[in-house]
Protein backbone atom coordinates (compact mmCIF):
# COMPACT_ATOMS: atom_id res chain seq x y z
CA UNK A 1 0.00 0.00 0.00
CA UNK A 2 1.23 3.50 -0.87
CA UNK A 3 0.23 6.85 -1.10
CA UNK A 4 1.17 8.30 -4.13
CA UNK A 5 -0.73 11.90 -3.49
CA UNK A 6 -1.97 13.61 -0.52
CA UNK A 7 -4.40 16.91 -1.25
CA UNK A 8 -6.25 18.82 1.27
CA UNK A 9 -8.62 21.72 0.97
CA UNK A 10 -9.72 23.57 4.00
CA UNK A 11 -7.75 20.98 6.43
CA UNK A 12 -6.54 22.44 9.27
CA UNK A 13 -3.99 25.57 8.45
CA UNK A 14 -4.15 24.43 4.82
CA UNK A 15 -6.20 26.72 2.29
CA UNK A 16 -5.42 24.09 -0.56
CA UNK A 17 -2.00 21.87 -0.30
CA UNK A 18 -0.91 19.15 -2.59
CA UNK A 19 2.08 16.62 -1.66
CA UNK A 20 3.42 14.02 -3.91
CA UNK A 21 5.02 10.90 -1.70
CA UNK A 22 7.34 8.20 -3.27
CA UNK A 23 7.84 4.73 -1.88
CA UNK A 24 9.68 4.29 0.56
CA UNK A 25 10.73 6.56 3.13
CA UNK A 26 9.51 10.50 2.79
CA UNK A 27 11.07 12.84 5.80
CA UNK A 28 8.97 15.73 6.31
CA UNK A 29 10.83 18.55 8.33
CA UNK A 30 9.97 21.47 9.62
CA UNK A 31 9.74 24.17 12.67
CA UNK A 32 7.08 23.36 15.55
CA UNK A 33 3.95 24.87 14.18
CA UNK A 34 4.21 24.61 10.27
CA UNK A 35 2.07 21.95 9.57
CA UNK A 36 3.33 18.88 9.17
CA UNK A 37 1.59 16.70 11.34
CA UNK A 38 -1.43 17.98 9.88
CA UNK A 39 -0.88 16.67 6.78
CA UNK A 40 0.02 13.10 8.55
CA UNK A 41 -2.87 13.87 11.02
CA UNK A 42 -5.27 13.75 7.47
CA UNK A 43 -3.69 10.55 6.59
CA UNK A 44 -4.44 8.68 9.71
CA UNK A 45 -8.06 9.89 9.71
CA UNK A 46 -8.64 8.20 6.55
CA UNK A 47 -7.27 4.96 7.86
CA UNK A 48 -9.32 5.17 11.25
CA UNK A 49 -12.09 7.91 10.99
CA UNK A 50 -10.29 9.75 13.83
CA UNK A 51 -7.33 12.27 14.66
CA UNK A 52 -4.97 11.25 17.03
CA UNK A 53 -5.50 14.48 18.43
CA UNK A 54 -8.65 15.77 18.80
CA UNK A 55 -12.01 14.16 19.26
CA UNK A 56 -14.07 16.23 17.63
CA UNK A 57 -13.89 16.72 13.78
CA UNK A 58 -14.41 20.77 14.19
CA UNK A 59 -10.82 21.40 15.69
CA UNK A 60 -9.91 19.94 11.62
CA UNK A 61 -12.02 22.27 9.82
CA UNK A 62 -10.13 25.69 8.84
CA UNK A 63 -11.69 28.60 10.83
CA UNK A 64 -13.95 30.31 8.03
CA UNK A 65 -14.67 27.06 6.07
CA UNK A 66 -17.60 24.76 6.64
CA UNK A 67 -16.11 21.76 5.51
CA UNK A 68 -12.21 20.05 4.84
CA UNK A 69 -11.35 17.51 2.01
CA UNK A 70 -9.16 15.06 2.29
CA UNK A 71 -8.33 12.97 -1.05
CA UNK A 72 -5.72 10.52 -1.05
CA UNK A 73 -4.22 8.73 -4.47
CA UNK A 74 -3.03 5.34 -3.18
CA UNK A 75 -1.84 2.32 -5.30
CA UNK A 76 -1.01 -1.10 -4.87
CA UNK A 77 1.09 -2.90 -7.46
CA UNK A 78 -0.04 -1.56 -10.54
CA UNK A 79 -3.56 -0.47 -9.25
CA UNK A 80 -3.99 3.21 -8.72
CA UNK A 81 -7.28 4.63 -6.98
CA UNK A 82 -9.05 8.08 -5.44
CA UNK A 83 -10.37 7.68 -1.89
CA UNK A 84 -11.93 11.18 -0.85
CA UNK A 85 -13.31 12.47 2.53
CA UNK A 86 -15.24 15.68 3.48
CA UNK A 87 -15.15 16.44 6.78
CA UNK A 88 -18.41 18.60 7.76
CA UNK A 89 -18.40 20.88 10.52
CA UNK A 90 -22.44 21.16 11.30
CA UNK A 91 -23.43 17.87 9.32
CA UNK A 92 -22.42 14.42 8.64
CA UNK A 93 -19.29 13.58 7.18
CA UNK A 94 -19.19 12.02 3.07
CA UNK A 95 -17.08 9.81 1.28
CA UNK A 96 -15.97 8.65 -2.27
CA UNK A 97 -13.66 5.57 -3.75
CA UNK A 98 -12.91 6.01 -7.18
CA UNK A 99 -15.53 9.61 -7.75
CA UNK A 100 -18.34 7.29 -6.17
CA UNK A 101 -20.20 7.54 -3.04
CA UNK A 102 -19.41 5.30 -0.15
CA UNK A 103 -20.00 5.08 3.24
CA UNK A 104 -17.69 6.77 5.46
CA UNK A 105 -17.24 3.83 8.01
CA UNK A 106 -16.22 1.54 4.71
CA UNK A 107 -13.32 3.65 4.19
CA UNK A 108 -10.88 1.51 6.14
CA UNK A 109 -11.15 -1.24 3.76
CA UNK A 110 -9.21 1.06 1.37
CA UNK A 111 -6.90 2.55 3.29
CA UNK A 112 -4.48 0.91 5.83
CA UNK A 113 -2.23 3.05 8.33
CA UNK A 114 -0.48 2.66 11.43
CA UNK A 115 0.70 6.10 13.18
CA UNK A 116 2.79 6.74 16.25
CA UNK A 117 2.84 10.37 17.75
CA UNK A 118 3.89 11.82 21.30
CA UNK A 119 0.57 11.39 22.27
CA UNK A 120 0.26 7.97 22.50
CA UNK A 121 2.33 7.79 25.47
CA UNK A 122 -1.12 7.98 27.04
CA UNK A 123 -1.70 4.78 25.87
CA UNK A 124 0.46 3.73 28.63
CA UNK A 125 -0.33 6.62 31.22
CA UNK A 126 -3.94 7.65 30.50
CA UNK A 127 -7.14 6.09 31.40
CA UNK A 128 -8.49 3.12 29.93
CA UNK A 129 -10.59 5.46 27.11
CA UNK A 130 -7.60 5.79 25.54
CA UNK A 131 -6.89 1.96 25.35
CA UNK A 132 -10.31 0.83 23.97
CA UNK A 133 -10.06 3.16 21.63
CA UNK A 134 -6.57 2.03 20.27
CA UNK A 135 -7.93 -1.84 20.67
CA UNK A 136 -10.96 -1.02 18.44
CA UNK A 137 -8.89 1.15 15.83
CA UNK A 138 -6.52 -1.67 15.23
CA UNK A 139 -9.60 -3.87 15.26
CA UNK A 140 -11.60 -2.20 12.38
CA UNK A 141 -8.37 -2.22 10.43
CA UNK A 142 -8.01 -6.13 10.65
CA UNK A 143 -11.95 -6.14 10.21
CA UNK A 144 -13.45 -3.59 8.65
CA UNK A 145 -17.24 -4.82 8.93
CA UNK A 146 -16.41 -4.27 13.07
CA UNK A 147 -16.93 -0.99 12.55
CA UNK A 148 -20.76 -1.37 11.62
CA UNK A 149 -20.84 -3.74 15.40
CA UNK A 150 -18.77 -0.61 17.43
CA UNK A 151 -21.40 1.89 15.98
CA UNK A 152 -24.16 -0.03 16.60
CA UNK A 153 -23.02 -1.08 19.96
CA UNK A 154 -22.15 2.49 21.13
CA UNK A 155 -26.08 3.56 19.85
CA UNK A 156 -27.43 0.76 21.72
CA UNK A 157 -25.64 1.81 24.66
CA UNK A 158 -27.37 5.32 24.44
CA UNK A 159 -30.21 4.11 24.09
CA UNK A 160 -30.00 2.06 27.42
CA UNK A 161 -28.34 4.56 29.57
CA UNK A 162 -31.20 6.92 28.53
CA UNK A 163 -33.99 4.67 29.39
CA UNK A 164 -32.22 3.40 32.45
CA UNK A 165 -31.98 7.44 33.57
CA UNK A 166 -35.88 7.36 33.12
CA UNK A 167 -36.95 3.96 34.48
CA UNK A 168 -38.12 5.42 37.73
CA UNK A 169 -40.22 7.92 36.32
CA UNK A 170 -41.83 5.15 33.90
CA UNK A 171 -41.80 1.57 35.84
CA UNK A 172 -42.77 -1.48 34.68
CA UNK A 173 -42.85 -0.59 31.21
CA UNK A 174 -39.23 1.06 31.26
CA UNK A 175 -38.03 -2.72 33.01
CA UNK A 176 -39.74 -4.43 29.63
CA UNK A 177 -37.79 -2.28 27.40
CA UNK A 178 -34.64 -2.64 29.46
CA UNK A 179 -35.00 -6.37 28.26
CA UNK A 180 -35.05 -5.90 24.73
CA UNK A 181 -32.24 -3.44 24.89
CA UNK A 182 -29.97 -5.63 26.96
CA UNK A 183 -30.42 -8.18 24.03
CA UNK A 184 -28.99 -5.84 21.86
CA UNK A 185 -26.10 -4.60 23.52
CA UNK A 186 -25.33 -8.57 24.44
CA UNK A 187 -25.34 -9.02 21.06
CA UNK A 188 -22.63 -6.49 19.52
CA UNK A 189 -20.93 -6.17 23.06
CA UNK A 190 -19.93 -9.99 22.67
CA UNK A 191 -18.68 -9.70 19.50
CA UNK A 192 -16.08 -6.63 20.56
CA UNK A 193 -15.24 -8.55 23.38
CA UNK A 194 -14.66 -11.78 21.65
CA UNK A 195 -12.36 -9.51 19.00
CA UNK A 196 -10.29 -7.57 21.62
CA UNK A 197 -9.07 -10.90 23.35
CA UNK A 198 -8.29 -12.07 19.77
CA UNK A 199 -6.36 -9.06 19.28
CA UNK A 200 -4.56 -8.81 22.62
CA UNK A 201 -3.75 -12.66 22.47
CA UNK A 202 -2.24 -11.71 18.81
CA UNK A 203 -0.23 -8.63 20.07
CA UNK A 204 1.75 -10.33 22.76
CA UNK A 205 4.53 -11.62 20.60
CA UNK A 206 5.01 -8.74 18.22
CA UNK A 207 4.93 -6.15 21.43
CA UNK A 208 7.58 -8.05 22.93
CA UNK A 209 9.73 -8.43 19.54
CA UNK A 210 9.29 -4.88 19.19
CA UNK A 211 9.92 -3.45 22.77
CA UNK A 212 13.60 -5.79 22.54
CA UNK A 213 14.35 -4.30 19.19
CA UNK A 214 13.77 -0.47 20.15
CA UNK A 215 15.56 -1.14 23.92
CA UNK A 216 17.98 -3.70 22.97
CA UNK A 217 16.83 -5.35 25.91
CA UNK A 218 13.56 -7.43 27.58
CA UNK A 219 11.71 -5.75 30.29
CA UNK A 220 9.42 -8.53 29.92
CA UNK A 221 6.55 -6.33 28.01
CA UNK A 222 2.68 -8.55 28.58
CA UNK A 223 -0.53 -7.60 28.13
CA UNK A 224 -3.87 -8.59 29.65
CA UNK A 225 -7.10 -8.25 29.17
CA UNK A 226 -9.79 -6.71 32.39
CA UNK A 227 -13.30 -7.58 31.45
CA UNK A 228 -16.29 -6.03 33.15
CA UNK A 229 -18.15 -9.27 32.78
CA UNK A 230 -16.14 -11.30 34.61
CA UNK A 231 -16.41 -8.99 37.79
CA UNK A 232 -17.98 -9.86 40.70
CA UNK A 233 -19.23 -6.42 41.61
CA UNK A 234 -18.69 -4.35 38.06
CA UNK A 235 -18.68 -0.75 39.25
CA UNK A 236 -17.75 2.52 37.53
CA UNK A 237 -14.03 2.19 37.39
CA UNK A 238 -11.36 -0.04 37.04
CA UNK A 239 -12.27 -1.74 40.17
CA UNK A 240 -14.97 -3.02 38.69
CA UNK A 241 -13.33 -5.35 35.92
CA UNK A 242 -11.57 -8.77 36.35
CA UNK A 243 -8.10 -9.48 34.42
CA UNK A 244 -7.92 -12.41 31.89
CA UNK A 245 -5.52 -13.87 29.91
CA UNK A 246 -7.64 -16.63 28.03
CA UNK A 247 -9.35 -16.05 24.96
CA UNK A 248 -12.92 -16.98 25.99
CA UNK A 249 -15.38 -19.24 23.47
CA UNK A 250 -17.91 -16.52 22.24
CA UNK A 251 -20.82 -18.76 24.08
CA UNK A 252 -18.71 -17.88 27.09
CA UNK A 253 -18.64 -14.59 26.28
CA UNK A 254 -22.28 -14.07 25.91
CA UNK A 255 -23.48 -16.11 28.99
CA UNK A 256 -21.13 -13.88 31.14
CA UNK A 257 -22.51 -10.73 29.51
CA UNK A 258 -25.72 -12.00 30.03
CA UNK A 259 -25.46 -12.55 33.81
CA UNK A 260 -23.40 -9.99 34.44
CA UNK A 261 -26.35 -7.32 33.38
CA UNK A 262 -28.63 -9.07 35.36
CA UNK A 263 -26.68 -8.96 38.53
CA UNK A 264 -26.08 -5.51 37.69
CA UNK A 265 -29.29 -3.79 37.24
CA UNK A 266 -30.30 -2.69 40.62
CA UNK A 267 -27.20 -1.00 40.80
CA UNK A 268 -27.62 0.08 37.18
CA UNK A 269 -31.07 1.73 37.62
CA UNK A 270 -29.69 3.48 40.86
CA UNK A 271 -26.69 5.07 39.08
CA UNK A 272 -28.64 5.61 35.65
CA UNK A 273 -25.80 4.10 33.88
CA UNK A 274 -25.13 0.80 32.30
CA UNK A 275 -22.32 -0.74 34.13
CA UNK A 276 -20.77 -4.01 32.50
CA UNK A 277 -19.92 -4.03 28.75
CA UNK A 278 -16.95 -3.65 26.81
CA UNK A 279 -17.61 -0.01 27.18
CA UNK A 280 -15.73 -0.49 30.83
CA UNK A 281 -12.63 -3.08 29.78
CA UNK A 282 -9.71 -2.36 29.79
CA UNK A 283 -6.01 -3.68 28.86
CA UNK A 284 -3.31 -3.69 31.33
CA UNK A 285 0.62 -3.22 30.12
CA UNK A 286 3.09 -4.63 32.63
CA UNK A 287 6.97 -4.30 32.31
CA UNK A 288 9.37 -6.79 34.55
CA UNK A 289 5.94 -7.98 36.54
CA UNK A 290 5.04 -4.53 37.46
CA UNK A 291 2.17 -2.44 35.83
CA UNK A 292 3.40 -0.20 33.30
CA UNK A 293 0.91 3.02 34.51
CA UNK A 294 2.77 3.83 37.45
CA UNK A 295 5.52 2.26 37.46
CA UNK A 296 7.37 2.78 33.94
CA UNK A 297 9.44 5.80 33.64
CA UNK A 298 9.42 8.23 30.71
CA UNK A 299 11.72 6.16 28.66
CA UNK A 300 9.93 2.69 29.39
CA UNK A 301 6.25 4.36 28.46
CA UNK A 302 7.56 5.65 25.20
CA UNK A 303 8.97 2.68 24.39
CA UNK A 304 6.48 0.85 25.59
CA UNK A 305 3.88 2.53 23.32
CA UNK A 306 6.08 2.73 20.06
CA UNK A 307 6.44 -0.64 20.81
CA UNK A 308 2.11 -1.35 20.25
CA UNK A 309 2.07 0.50 17.21
CA UNK A 310 5.41 -1.16 15.53
CA UNK A 311 3.14 -4.59 16.75
CA UNK A 312 0.15 -3.10 15.02
CA UNK A 313 1.84 -2.23 11.84
CA UNK A 314 3.82 -6.07 12.05
CA UNK A 315 0.11 -7.70 12.51
CA UNK A 316 -1.57 -5.81 9.86
CA UNK A 317 1.07 -6.42 7.38
CA UNK A 318 1.44 -10.26 7.96
CA UNK A 319 -2.27 -10.57 7.39
CA UNK A 320 -3.10 -7.75 5.06
CA UNK A 321 -3.43 -8.87 0.92
CA UNK A 322 -2.93 -5.36 -0.06
CA UNK A 323 0.49 -4.81 1.21
CA UNK A 324 2.08 -3.01 4.18
CA UNK A 325 0.08 -0.75 6.23
CA UNK A 326 1.65 3.02 5.47
CA UNK A 327 3.79 3.41 8.82
CA UNK A 328 3.57 7.05 10.20
CA UNK A 329 5.87 8.25 12.52
CA UNK A 330 5.25 11.90 13.94
CA UNK A 331 8.27 13.53 16.03
CA UNK A 332 9.44 10.30 17.12
CA UNK A 333 13.10 10.50 17.10
CA UNK A 334 13.21 13.90 18.90
CA UNK A 335 12.66 11.34 22.15
CA UNK A 336 15.43 9.21 21.59
CA UNK A 337 18.72 8.81 22.09
CA UNK A 338 21.26 7.48 19.21
CA UNK A 339 21.09 3.76 19.83
CA UNK A 340 17.22 3.85 20.22
CA UNK A 341 16.91 5.60 16.75
CA UNK A 342 19.29 3.77 14.82
CA UNK A 343 17.12 0.58 16.61
CA UNK A 344 14.05 2.16 15.53
CA UNK A 345 15.42 2.93 11.82
CA UNK A 346 16.83 -1.05 11.45
CA UNK A 347 12.96 -2.04 12.37
CA UNK A 348 11.30 0.42 9.86
CA UNK A 349 12.83 0.65 6.86
CA UNK A 350 11.74 -2.22 5.11
CA UNK A 351 8.31 -0.51 5.17
CA UNK A 352 6.69 -0.61 2.18
CA UNK A 353 6.08 3.01 2.83
CA UNK A 354 7.04 5.47 5.83
CA UNK A 355 6.53 8.90 6.41
CA UNK A 356 8.65 10.79 9.26
CA UNK A 357 7.81 14.05 10.38
CA UNK A 358 10.84 15.90 12.05
CA UNK A 359 11.82 20.03 13.22
CA UNK A 360 15.55 19.14 12.66
CA UNK A 361 16.53 16.75 9.88
CA UNK A 362 19.75 15.58 11.59
CA UNK A 363 17.33 13.94 14.25
CA UNK A 364 16.27 11.18 11.52
CA UNK A 365 19.07 8.80 11.02
CA UNK A 366 21.02 9.00 7.87
CA UNK A 367 20.05 5.07 6.63
CA UNK A 368 16.00 6.46 6.87
CA UNK A 369 17.06 10.02 4.72
CA UNK A 370 14.76 9.04 1.98
CA UNK A 371 12.35 12.06 0.27
CA UNK A 372 12.40 14.98 1.61
CA UNK A 373 9.99 17.59 1.98
CA UNK A 374 10.62 20.89 3.61
CA UNK A 375 7.52 22.36 5.53
CA UNK A 376 6.62 26.27 6.32
CA UNK A 377 3.52 27.60 7.79
CA UNK A 378 1.32 25.99 5.72
CA UNK A 379 3.38 25.78 2.38
CA UNK A 380 4.68 22.68 0.94
CA UNK A 381 8.57 23.33 0.02
CA UNK A 382 11.10 21.64 -2.40
CA UNK A 383 14.26 19.95 -0.85
CA UNK A 384 16.01 23.60 -1.91
CA UNK A 385 13.31 25.31 0.54
CA UNK A 386 11.37 26.98 -2.57
CA UNK A 387 7.49 26.37 -3.06
CA UNK A 388 6.53 23.42 -4.65
CA UNK A 389 5.94 25.27 -8.23
CA UNK A 390 4.05 22.20 -9.67
CA UNK A 391 1.13 22.02 -6.82
CA UNK A 392 -1.13 24.02 -8.88
CA UNK A 393 -1.08 21.50 -11.91
CA UNK A 394 -0.91 18.71 -9.21
CA UNK A 395 -4.12 19.86 -7.90
CA UNK A 396 -6.10 20.25 -11.17
CA UNK A 397 -4.73 16.31 -12.24
CA UNK A 398 -6.39 15.43 -8.68
CA UNK A 399 -9.75 16.90 -9.31
Same mark, same amino acid.
Given at each position: !?????????D??N??????LL???V?V?VG??G??K?N?VE????????G?HR?????AL???G???A?VR?????A?????V??Q????S????Q?G?? +?A????? +?R??? *???FA?E? !???V???P?????F???LL????????GVV???E??L?????????AR? #?G??A???????D????EF??QI???????????R?H???A???I?GAD? &???????L??? *???P???E? &?????D?V????E?R????E?L??AR???L??G? #?LV?PHR???V?????? +???G??S??? *????A?S????S??L?R???S???????L?????E???????R???????Y????? #? *????E??P????????????GR??D??GT?DS??EA????A?
Amino acid at each position: !MHVRRLNLVDFRNYENADLLLADGVNVLVGSNGQGKTNLVEALGYLSTLGSHRVSSDLALVRRGATSAIVRALLGHADREFLVELQINASSANKAQVGRS +PAKVRDL +PRYFS *SVLFAPED !MALVRGDPSGRRRFADELLVLRSPRLAGVVADYERSLRQRNTLLKSARA #TGAKALATLDLWDERIVEFGTQIIAARLGLVDDLRPHVAAAYRAIVGADH &GPRLSTQLSIL *SRRPDADEE &GTEGTDAVLPVDEIRDRFTEALAAARPRELERGL #TLVGPHRDDIVFELNGL +PARGYASHGE *SWSFALSLKLASAELLRAEASSGDPVLILDDVFAELDAPRRRRLAGAIQDYEQVLI #T *SAVAEDVPEELHGTMVRIQAGRILDRDGTEDSSAEARQEEAG
